[in-house]
């Protein structure tokens, strides 16, 4: 039997029916602590974009890449450009304040086409665990759900590709199973920390 | 009041950047036959037949039936689902079958080896995965899953690779736009990260298939999305009964 919190957590491999179903019929108990409103989840998922954006410029204007790569990346890098376009008018039509970009460093992962796209490839199923994590705190928020959603499931579109550009095994590589895991909020600025300079209340 | 709900991108690739105020794009509603699958319509209701087809594929998801479900339905049920959320996991369940019929199918033919071979296989895993997980819900909330319908396609469609992968490629855009059209009218958390989590996959599959039919895996930087209507429209002329 399969732990539903490794299930959550992403830990869990494969998940059979049954546990799937197991998986719909609680509730997701870190989900609606870990946002204080649909501000700070909009905040949060500005962050992550900003860190991809500045990622694909630094590593397209590297020069490693020809042929399909470099045009997949060029235009994941457009993608991820307009989600943070998007996501820092929307936080202020709502009113509030976009938070600045953070400052990165990408250590060697510009070192070769290799790295490149490995480290690509982290980042963009870490934005989809993310984004699915978050989803249930905007859950009266419809429209700014259905706007996640479809930064999401682009981060998806990237994630797989980037996996059959690696050249990586189908299932386990290009697919993580038959339904996406969320990352809960510590998970991924875990995840991301030693990309940030400094500290960051991801 | 939000601005994000409208900010997908109304074409290819760059409006995003260059506009400061996005256009409204809210949920299509209208006519689906013109738009789907970047305006190159593939499915149009020019008769009476279409239409026909198109009442009986909302006749498979079974619209309305699903409040009756409802009101029966164990007090142990999800506390938030609704009648809504039967009729959306019915609606999905519908598309899954679709979806994993026709792959496996597809695959029977023997038209795809190699690389083409290892990335399609798991697809089909996956919608079958799909299938069961979404029938297994619909009982839990006390509602009765869709029947798996009779599925017809045109001819040829799995005679060779070309074909076959571009009516998937159709089904996966259709597919990715339909759970995006349903996003909002979701009610219960559990079934929105479940659904969530299916729309992640069917986005990556759409993408993996238009990498190896050659085209562009990264149509637009916000996934687009069709009423339930327009999808059953689109959906309707493969299902036979």
């Given at each position: 039997m399969?732990?539903?919190?490794?299930?959550?957590?992403?830990?869990?491999?494969?998940?059979?029916?049954?546990v799937?179903?197991?998986?719909?019929?609680?509730?997701w108990?870190f989900?609606?602590?870990?946002?204080s409103?649909?501000v700070?989840v909009?905040?949060?998922?500005?962050?992550?974009e900003?860190?991809?954006?500045?990622?694909?410029?630094?590593?397209?204007?590297?020069?490693?890449?020809?042929?399909?790569?470099?045009t997949?990346l060029?235009?994941?890098?457009?993608?991820?450009e307009?989600?943070?376009v998007?996501?820092?008018?929307?936080?202020?039509?709502?009113?509030?304040?976009?938070?600045?970009?953070?400052?990165?460093?990408f250590?060697?992962?510009?070192?070769?086409k290799?790295?490149?796209?490995e480290?690509?490839?982290t980042f963009?199923?870490?934005?989809?665990?993310?984004?699915?994590?978050a989803?249930?705190?905007?859950?009266?928020?419809?429209?700014?759900?259905?706007a996640?959603?479809s930064?999401?499931?682009?981060?998806?579109?990237?994630?797989a590709?980037?996996?059959?550009?690696?050249?990586?095994?189908?299932?386990?590589?290009v697919?993580?199973?038959?339904?996406?895991?969320?990352?809960?909020?510590?998970?991924?600025?875990?995840?991301?920390?030693?990309?940030?300079?400094k500290?960051?209340?991801? | 009041?939000t601005?994000?709900?409208?900010?997908?991108?109304?074409?290819?690739?760059?409006?995003?950047?260059?506009?400061?105020?996005?256009?409204?794009?809210?949920?299509?509603?209208?006519?689906?036959?013109?738009?789907?699958?970047?305006?190159?319509?593939?499915?149009?209701?020019g008769d009476?037949?279409?239409?026909?087809?198109?009442?009986?594929?909302?006749?498979?998801?079974?619209?309305?039936?699903?409040?009756?479900?409802?009101?029966?339905?164990?007090?142990f049920?999800?506390?938030?689902?609704?009648?809504?959320?039967?009729?959306?996991?019915?609606y999905?369940?519908?598309?899954?079958?679709?979806?994993?019929?026709?792959?496996?199918?597809?695959?029977?033919?023997?038209?795809?080896?190699?690389?083409?071979?290892?990335?399609?296989?798991?697809?089909r895993?996956?919608?079958?995965?799909?299938?069961?997980?979404?029938?297994?819900?619909?009982?839990?909330?006390?509602?009765?899953?869709?029947?798996?319908?009779?599925?017809?396609?045109?001819d040829?469609?799995?005679?060779d690779?070309?074909?076959?992968?571009?009516?998937a490629s159709?089904?996966?855009?259709?597919?990715?736009?339909?759970?995006?059209?349903?996003?909002?009218r979701?009610?219960?958390?559990?079934?929105?990260?479940?659904?969530?989590?299916?729309?992640?996959?069917?986005?990556?599959?759409?993408?993996?298939?238009?990498?190896?039919?050659?085209g562009?895996?990264?149509?637009?930087?916000?996934?687009?999305?069709?009423?339930?209507?327009?999808?059953?429209?689109?959906?309707?002329?493969?299902?036979?009964?």
């Amino acid at each position: 039997m399969i732990n539903r919190r490794d299930l959550i957590k992403g830990t869990a491999a494969v998940i059979p029916a049954a546990v799937g179903l197991q998986m719909l019929g609680t509730k997701w108990a870190f989900a609606a602590d870990d946002f204080s409103g649909p501000v700070d989840v909009l905040n949060y998922a500005l962050t992550l974009e900003y860190l991809e954006a500045e990622f694909y410029r630094q590593g397209n204007q590297a020069d490693l890449l020809t042929g399909k790569a470099k045009t997949y990346l060029e235009d994941i890098q457009k993608d991820e450009e307009a989600h943070v376009v998007a996501l820092k008018d929307t936080i202020t039509s709502l009113g509030a304040t976009p938070v600045a970009a953070p400052e990165v460093d990408f250590g060697a992962a510009f070192k070769s086409k290799a790295s490149y796209l490995e480290t690509a490839y982290t980042f963009e199923n870490l934005g989809v665990s993310a984004y699915l994590g978050a989803a249930p705190s905007l859950l009266k928020e419809k429209g700014l759900l259905t706007a996640a959603a479809s930064i999401f499931g682009v981060e998806a579109r990237h994630a797989a590709i980037l996996g059959v550009l690696g050249e990586k095994e189908a299932e386990g590589g290009v697919y993580n199973g038959a339904f996406e895991k969320p990352a809960t909020r510590a998970a991924v600025l875990k995840a991301a920390s030693p990309f940030l300079v400094k500290a960051q209340t991801l | 009041m939000t601005h994000l709900a409208h900010l997908h991108c109304p074409s290819q690739r760059d409006p995003c950047m260059n506009h400061e105020k996005l256009p409204p794009t809210p949920v299509d509603q209208s006519d689906p036959a013109r738009h789907v699958f970047g305006g190159q319509p593939v499915l149009t209701f020019g008769d009476e037949g279409q239409r026909r087809k198109f009442l009986r594929a909302a006749a498979v998801v079974g619209f309305g039936s699903t409040l009756v479900a409802l009101s029966q339905r164990d007090k142990f049920a999800l506390a938030d689902a609704t009648a809504d959320d039967l009729e959306i996991l019915n609606y999905a369940l519908t598309l899954e079958y679709l979806e994993a019929d026709f792959y496996t199918q597809g695959l029977d033919g023997g038209v795809l080896d190699g690389r083409d071979l290892e990335l399609v296989t798991p697809i089909r895993d996956h919608e079958q995965e799909h299938v069961t997980v979404l029938t297994d819900t619909v009982k839990s909330l006390g509602g009765k899953p869709a029947a798996k319908p009779k599925f017809t396609y045109p001819d040829g469609t799995f005679d060779d690779k070309k074909t076959f992968l571009t009516t998937a490629s159709t089904f996966e855009e259709l597919g990715v736009t339909a759970y995006h059209g349903q996003v909002a009218r979701i009610n219960d958390g559990d079934i929105l990260a479940a659904a969530a989590s299916i729309a992640g996959v069917e986005s990556r599959h759409a993408a993996v298939v238009a990498d190896l039919l050659g085209g562009n895996p990264f149509p637009s930087s916000f996934e687009k999305n069709k009423s339930m209507k327009a999808v059953l429209k689109a959906a309707g002329p493969f299902i036979e009964s």
